[in-house]
């Protein structure tokens, strides 16, 4: 079984960043080529796509809400991946999860992806 572990959420004014970090371990984990993403969901809203990478990290692909805002990045240790997170707004505000697909591809669908995180609360304020 493959464990998430998320990191760095936290209260920010809008322009402000933060950034995210997720770990991954355990279980065949290390046996695909994994794909590792960002999904978020605000209160009363559908969990939504934010970012993914494939195993290499050559390929990224980010929603349209947040390109060239957010970087998505694995760690030299593949088994990390970073959300860098620029000039936020308050309707970035939500839960962000972290998320494991076994890959190759990259997809932006939630119900692709086999493992997640418990999720770390992103607050923007105005």
Known sequence: QVQLVE???????????LRLSCA???GTFNNYNYV???????????REFVAATDWSGGTNVYADAVKGRFTISRA?????VNLQMNSLK?????????AVDRGPAVFRAPGQYDYWGQGTQVTVSS
């Open 24 to 26: 991954a371990s355990g």
């Open 90 to 98: 308050p309707e970035d505000t939500a839960v962000y999860y972290c």
């Open 36 to 46: 590792m993403g960002w999904f978020r969901q605000a209160p009363g809203k559908e």
């Open 7 to 17: 990191s760095g959420g936290g209260l920010v004014q809008a322009g402000g960043s």
């Open 76 to 80: 030299n240790v593949k088994n990390m």
